[in-house]
């Protein structure tokens, strides 16, 4: 008797679906598949490489029925893609399908077997069409109450503004939802100047992209919408010939000739009294 094949689960990011930036190993992932499930949104970002493959596609608010459909077909002995946009594991999939596998008893070992690709998260792409606002700390906080609480969210940007992070908003503003990005510019500014830089970028690396650098006190006036992230920088960050640039703090120990600072040591925690910039 024949042994039956065992299935693969390949949970794959595309990054924002461009082709150009999605990692070979999820276009290899997506090859291979005899199956890609996924968010019709993004099923149509990379129907270019579905020719000849089964293909389901499903509404948003339809996360766990997909979930359920890969691991079930793929248990069957298929090969199949679920595809997130951005990184899987970052608001994405890959944290939803284990919870099912956990709750379904799945042990590892078992079918399917199950491979995590990462992507380029929206984050890291719009980061890269305005500059250098990640190159210090920084924290993403997504402002959809669909799942969490929204005093939940607004105790994680105060927390996060007093820290002093860049923060990343996802999920800024809905048809339904509009007084929360508002709430949160006001709690941000009161550890904030009023020229704080902001980046907003909606459909990265996509059709119809669109790139605004304003600042704290302004990108209300812009438009924010669901497809907006959102990019409020630190009390370092500034703007230099149309980039936003976040300081990772070279110049606290040494001079721009590459000379230590007088009281640094090279390799050494920086002494914070005789920090100088």
Known sequence: MMKRKKGQLFLVGIGPGHEDIMTPAALDAIKQSDLVIGYKTYIKLVKNLLEGKEVISADMTEEIDRARKAIELAKQGQSVTLISSGDVGVYGMSGLVFEILKETGWKNGDAPDIHLVPGITAMNACASLVGAPLTHDYCCISLSDLLTPW????????????????????????????????????????????????????????????IVITDLAHFLEEEVGMLTTVIIGNSHTFIFENY????????????????????????RSLVVDEVTS
């Open 244 to 267: 936003m640039v976040t300081p990772r703090g070279y110049t606290n120990k040494y001079q721009w000739d590459g000379q230590i600072i007088k009281g640094q040591t090279r390799a």
């Open 151 to 210: 005093e939940v969210i607004e105790k994680r940007i105060n927390a996060a503004a007093m820290a002093d992070f860049v923060i990343g908003l996802y999920n800024p503003k809905s048809k339904h939802r509009t007084e929360q990005i508002t709430k949160v510019q006001k709690i941000i500014s009161e550890y904030r100047t009023p020229h704080t830089p902001v980046a907003l970028v909606k459909n990265a690396y996509r059709k119809k992209e669109h």
